[in-house]
């Protein structure tokens, strides 16, 4: 099955710096990959997702990059707020027109801006 | 817009009881995921029902049993409970398969958190 490694597990920034966020992925079947962000008592919510036939994309401040042939993908905010402040999560699936697999998870990065 | 509506929030049982925890995904989604999150940890998956059917099963004890009904709600059964079954469950929902709409998204609930004591 998938295994999805991620890195670092806790990471503190100055606000307004940048946060980067890395895992990889073992299944090279795999060809989604979103980004969840989980708040303190809450679900994770999706803040950006990629496919494979993608190598990068932006939404604002947070961006994400892929690279197939080494099985990685990164997570970047910039201009970090306060409200940056959760805990995010890599995943990776294969998702297909006629059928999602599930998610499987990384470990979880706790960020923390620092105003 | 409607999300995944989960019940009860909070539960508190003893060992060796039992819990049932409900999902009620947005509307038109026919798939149900369940994720069970230790403290400090990633969600981990449990079992998955796409039409009413099982379709995936993880790392789900024995113990627990899960459906999804005509009405695509999906409900978690879990018998003698044991203390390291303390978690938040979160179920998530997808939409259609059929209609080429498996872009991959899963949506989350917020999550029942399960104390046992």
């Known amino acids: 099955g998938e295994n999805v490694e991620q890195h670092p597990s806790t990471l503190s920034v100055q606000e307004g710096d940048s946060a980067v966020i890395k895992c990889t992925y073992s299944?090279?079947?795999?060809?989604?990959f979103p980004w969840y962000k989980q708040e303190l008592g809450k679900g994770p919510q999706l803040i950006i997702d990629?496919?494979?036939?993608?190598g990068e994309k932006k939404d604002q401040r947070i961006a994400v990059t892929l690279n197939k042939t080494a099985k990685h993908f990164s997570l970047h905010i910039t201009e970090t707020q306060p409200e940056d402040s959760a805990v995010y999560f890599c995943?990776?699936?294969?998702?297909?027109?006629?059928?999602?697999?599930?998610?499987?998870f990384g470990t979880g990065t706790r960020l923390t801006i620092i105003p | 817009a409607a999300g995944v509506i989960q019940s009860p929030r909070h539960l508190i049982k003893e060992k060796r009881e039992t819990a049932t925890l409900k999902c009620y995904p947005i509307?038109?989604?026919?798939?149900v995921y369940w994720y069970q999150q230790g403290p400090g940890q990633d969600p981990q998956f449990l079992i998955s029902?796409?039409?009413?059917?099982?379709?995936d099963k993880g790392s789900i004890p024995d113990r627990f049993s899960a459906q999804q009904f005509s009405d695509y709600h999906s409900e978690l059964n879990m018998s003698s409970l044991e203390l390291g079954d303390s978690a938040l469950y979160f179920c998530?929902?997808?939409?259609?398969?059929?209609?080429?709409?498996?872009?991959?998204?899963?949506?989350f609930g917020e999550g029942s958190r399960l104390t046992v004591l």
């Open positions: 029902f796409y039409e009413k059917m099982q379709s």
């Open positions: 995943a990776a699936s294969f998702a297909a027109n006629f059928g999602n697999e599930k998610l499987t």
């Open positions: 990629i496919r494979s036939n993608v």
């Open positions: 509307p038109r989604h026919d798939t």
């Open positions: 299944d090279s079947a795999s060809n989604y």
């Open positions: 998530a929902s997808a939409p259609s398969h059929l209609a080429g709409e498996g872009s991959g998204e899963l949506f």
